[in-house]
């Protein structure tokens, strides 16, 4: 008995993880990527003359075992990966490829398809309906449903091959960040804050040492480059971190980009864009390269100027320390830390005790009750990792959906933190409820701390949980977070700032130890501290987007690693500051299309998420009710059911400028 193929008799129809084993996957797979093909095959050649629910709507509804077997192998392929996930993640991204070139090549459908669309206006169609066709016919048309012949037969070829780049990038990335830690001695623990030896002895007890050890994980890595007063040491694990996918040999990612850069071009040209760049960005609210890139050199230049000014500061403070020497990247975060130390009298030793990770984890919560009407219940469900954790969403005691929690860094699970949903909204007769995931990679302790970074990470992924949660679309590929890319982050951006409202962080700072709330002269100085360090956060993000954005608006590079340097020289970038995602570690760009020539996504978001906070602001209440109304109703609820700008307007009025980004980084002239 496969319970991958049968009915879920669990609570809430979750999958059931505590009967799954990996030998299931493949027979499942090759199941349901057979009936998926049946159910294709029988839309596109039913005899009945095209309707919106004969081919729109039965499109809509196909597939469903397969995405029912993918959402369950996908979510243990990122969170808690292996050799044997490894291999049939391997396997599965070409045949998915191969699958979605057959039903875009599909001609008998494309045509029922054209003709729905060429007589759209006659068919008594919904707005939510007429939307869904749009995209659907597009969508066909820009995977090259009306290739033909050769052309045709290249394109197949072209997206199984960036299926198998990707994914090979993505399980090259997590090979050198499993591969690598540097044990550290008792005397090396020294200005170490407890919090970091503490996760540094975790991760050495993970990795079957007696020694604490800095693995690559962000969470641990970059408190090290923040407080370890050895230089040798903190330049020894920067290299590391650097050198991620760069390492020679069977995990090199230098060639892996490179082909996939030269396959994107080839793709866009097949369809008749002049680079993949352009074909990207037609569908989103940037539209052209040349919008994308007018914002990001309207931040790039107060940033950089900052970041300049902000070296020379560091600089001195190292020659201070003994050390005559230029400052590098494993000096910054060092001397950053001692003058934000200096300058607001803030410790994040200090601070970090009141940011534990279960009193954040209830003050996201909490903010969406007060907004949203939102309850949560912890609920015992199988779940796929003894760390994950999950809890029933209600509304005025109805169901809303599921969520599940998955926080601490481990070597089986990829770096980052996403939001995917395992089912998603829709409102079908037998459709259930979402079932939402947020995954982080915190270091673990008894209690577990969070920086203030972390804890915006973790307000930041439930932003986009709650994208998912609140949608109420009458269909399920317009739901959610299925929107723009320049528009998904909006929501999750947004929602940080409610971590940063001096009354939540006043109830839900607490001390670890006492649960004495936090000090208001501390939460003051973190306030006051918001926007330290911008420069070189700013000057490191715009650097990746304006380097991805080179990559794919032109020809493909031969070299990207020489493409990058090129790019970055042009910039001036600072010397002392490195991309936040150097080409062989992008994953943002390489292990798959979702922000190849849209990394910049983040910050076009953070122009609205600026704007649409102040309106909050305006009114002297952050939890004004009629204000959570409307962005309920005019953003977080209604997924792609229109065009993102206007969905924006309808909240704000107005569509924002680049003003409010400047201010709120604190970069205004």
Known sequence: MNPLLNDWDTPFNMAPFDRIEDGHFAPAFEAALAEARSEIKAIADNPDAPDFANTIEALERSGKALD????????????????????????FAPQLAALSSEIHSNTALFIRIKTLWGARETLGLSPEQKRLLMLTHRRFRRAGAALTGAEEAR????????????????????????????ELGEADLEGLPDFVISAARAAGAEKGVESPVITLSR?????????????DLRERAFRAWEARGANGGETDNRAIAAETLKLREERARLLGYPSFATFKLETEMAGTPDKVRELLMKVWEPARARALADAEILTQMMREDGFNADLEPWDWRYYAEKRRRAEFDLDEAELKPYLQLDRMIEAAFDCAKRLFGLEFRTIDVPLYHPDARAWEVTREGAHVAVFIGDYFARASKRSGAWCSAMRGQAKWPEAQGPVVINVCNFAKGDPALLSYDDARTLFHEFGHALHQMLSDVTYESLSGTNVARDFVELPSQLYEHWLEVPEVLAAYATHAETGAPMPKAMLDKVL???NFDMGFQTVEYVASALVDLDFHDGPAPADPMARQAEVLAGLGMPDAIRMRHATPQFAHVFSGDGYSSGYYSYMWSEVMDADAFAAFEEVGDPFDADLARRLEENILSTGGTKEAAALYTAFRGRLPDVEALLKGRGLAA
């Open 68 to 91: 029912r077997v993918l959402a369950a192998f996908f979510t243990l392929a990122g969170a808690d990966s292996g050799p044997a996930r490894q291999a049939l993640q391997r396997d």
């Open 155 to 182: 394109m197949r070829e072209i997206m199984s091959r960036l299926a198998e780049l990707g994914t090979a990038f993505t399980q090259n990335l997590l090979a050198d960040e499993a591969g690598w830690h540097m």
């Open 219 to 231: 969470s641990l890595i970059v408190p090290f480059l923040q407080f370890s007063p050895r230089r």
């Open 528 to 530: 006051a501290a918001a």
